[in-house]
């Protein structure tokens, strides 16, 4: 079986690759939890061009990136990878989904050069699938969903978690 890196990979990039191809990027935010993830998302996005990878735990601790403090504009691709039990789910569910998710393509959208955005969401908390919706203007496009499975060496164990992936239009 795949390690984890892998198994993710093996969906993410080439729907990452199908809707943002060669394009050049502006922003890239991610969302995983370690010094060590940070690491992982540079070589997972290795392959694209942007401007600037914006790695959540690491600049804001505790910043929520399904309900942001401070949203980014210019945003072409948010790969949330949630975990972190039942801390991390409080956390997640204190706010409305759903405005969370405005706040995110309202400022996505600003001085978006593409004018779209690719957002995948690997589920880790147990939030409900939310990225198959229209958000005011904007109009979900390809929806997946699909349960990824991984061997983890050091644990010796397999895991499965779901992954969610949408591209947002503005209309």
């Known amino acids: 079986m795949k390690d984890r890196f892998e198994s993710v990979n093996e969906f993410y990039l080439p729907y990452v690759e199908k809707h943002l191809g060669n394009a050049p990027l502006q ?11 940070k690491n992982v998302e ?3 996005h290795h392959h694209l061009k942007y401007e600037k990878i914006i790695h959540y735990e690491i600049l804001n601790d505790g910043e929520n990136i399904l309900y942001p403090t401070n949203p980014y504009s ?14 991390c789910h409080d956390i997640m569910m204190k706010h409305d989904i759903e405005d969370g998710m405005m706040k995110i393509l309202d400022n996505g959208f600003v001085n978006n050069k593409l004018g779209k955005l690719v957002f995948l969401f690997f589920d880790g908390v147990g939030i409900d699938i939310f990225l198959d919706k229209k958000y005011g203007n904007y109009k979900s496009k390809d929806f997946f969903s699909r349960d990824i499975s991984w061997y983890d060496t050091y644990n010796e164990e ?6 969610d992936g949408v591209v947002f239009l503005n209309e």
Do not use: F
């Not at 922003?27 to 993830?37: D, K, N, P, Q, R």
């Not at 210019?74 to 801390?87: E, F, H, T």
């Open 158 to 163: 397999s895991y499965s978690q779901r992954l």
């Open 74 to 87: 210019s945003v072409n691709l948010i790969y949330a990878d949630v975990g972190g039990g039942s801390k």
């Open 42 to 44: 540079i070589e997972r």
């Open 27 to 37: 922003y890239i935010l991610t969302c995983g939890g370690s010094e060590g993830a």
